[in-house]
């Protein structure tokens, strides 16, 4: 807090804002994997989920080529993204089976500049919004960047990380205003099935709340679900956004661009269009050249979707054909999305755990205390390295797991 930090260089903190005063102290792992590097060891890196730095087939020529065209040379400012590009948006939701309106998307610089328009747009500073636990950490920043208090409701690991809707039900004050959901979550690789979203409709509908669903990893299902929500824009009754991007569509982050897809009642949806296109007339964020070369790119993003759908697949492969025997470890079960999630004997804290398999076996894998899992001791590991990595890495992890108790 700021009450326990000192001025700088004489400055007084007044001069700085309480949304960023974060506890800066770095934690053990960190401290431990800035040794490793520093001394040159090797690390099998578990935590990697740049699609760029995992050894896939990007096909450069059509990735790079429409960049260079013509029209990435005009400045034509368009506050929800151009139209060319929109449609292309469209275009890629009714693949899966969704139909959208190139009218009712937005256009961002990513999905995170889409969650600060989002709260911009439905939240005064000190409202409330309820982000799922566990998930991704970042939440925790984009809400106090937007001076929205983050309030996490849990998912029911007893039943397959479900959305616990009376929880979340009970969690609800006079100033909530949004209701965040993840699908497939990160890292449990959960979807939001077609009876809970039926419920969060409804919830949100009587209580004036609206929806936001992150489906940044939609596309990449691990198996086949008849329950599941083809997407959170089912919901008909309550104002509700979707969320997307290239950074995971695509497999390419570095090109910087995400959108929103409205949804819901035509009043609420033309109002949070228009207060949309007003803040995003403040920061006109996107650049022309990957609006222009938007089509191009989700086109060429098929065969990389399907790459990277290959190789989380076999990495999952190997990781329940590791544990089909007498094991200490366990892998809960994976819907969707890039990440698995290992349980662990609680015989010491998730940080020792993560620790001892740096700086004794060289394999970096994330806690589950990083994304707020209840309960000790959970490993999260990316399935989206190369698969020699993976599974030497993931050898190293188990043999960990299954070593004396008493060694630390």
């Known amino acids: 807090s700021l009450g326990r930090l000192r001025p700088l260089r004489g400055f007084p903190l007044r001069m700085f804002s309480r949304r960023t005063a974060w506890d800066r102290t770095r934690n053990r792992l960190t ?3 800035e040794r490793r590097r520093q001394e040159g060891l090797p690390i099998l890196d578990l935590t990697e989920t740049n699609p760029t730095r995992v050894g896939l087939t990007y096909p450069a020529s059509a990735i790079l080529h ?19 590009a929109r449609q292309a948006v469209a275009q890629s939701y009714s693949e899966r089976g969704v139909c959208v309106d190139p009218e009712d998307l937005l256009l961002t610089a990513s999905t995170s500049e889409a969650y600060g328009w989002l709260f911009k747009v439905l939240a005064d500073p000190g409202d409330e919004s309820l982000i799922p636990q566990p998930s ?6 984009l809400t106090r960047l937007e001076d929205v208090v983050a309030v996490p409701y849990p998912l029911n690991l007893e039943e397959g990380w479900a959305i616990d809707v009376a929880a979340i039900e009970r969690s609800l004050s006079s100033g909530t205003r949004a209701i965040v959901v993840v699908s497939p979550n990160n890292p449990t690789g959960t979807y939001v099935k077609r009876g809970e979203l039926g419920l969060l409709d409804e919830l949100c509908s009587d209580k004036g709340i609206a929806l ?13 679900d008849a329950g599941r929500a083809a997407s959170i824009l089912d919901a008909r009754r309550t104002l509700v956004f979707s969320m997307g991007g290239l950074s995971k569509l695509v497999g390419l982050p570095q090109m910087k661009l995400g959108w929103v897809a409205l949804g819901g009642p035509a009043l609420l949806k033309q109002e949070a269009r228009e207060r949309l296109e007003l803040v995003a007339d403040t920061y006109l964020s996107v650049n022309t050249p990957v609006q222009a070369c938007a089509p191009a790119l989700l086109a060429a993003g098929r065969a990389i979707r399907e790459e990277i759908r290959q190789r989380v697949g076999a990495n999952l492969r190997h990781l329940t054909t590791a544990l089909r025997g007498p094991s200490a470890c366990r892998a809960l079960p994976c819907e969707g999305g890039w990440s698995a999630v290992l349980q662990v004997p609680a015989t010491r804290s998730e940080e020792e755990w993560v620790v001892s398999l740096l700086e004794r076996d060289g394999v970096l894998v994330h ?19 190369e698969e020699k990595i993976f599974r030497e890495g993931l050898e190293r992890v188990l043999a960990r797991a299954g070593a004396p108790e008493a060694e630390p």
């Open 31 to 33: 401290e431990s994997l």
């Open 136 to 141: 991704y950490p970042l939440f925790d920043y």
């Open 66 to 84: 429409p960049l260079a065209g013509s029209a990435s040379l005009a400045y034509d400012p368009q506050p929800r993204g151009g139209l060319v």
């Open 367 to 385: 806690p589950g205390f990083f994304f707020d899992f209840p309960k000790p001791a959970y490993l999260i590991l990316s399935l989206l390295p």
């Open 212 to 224: 936001i669903g992150d489906e940044v990893f939609a596309e990449y299902p691990l198996g086949k």
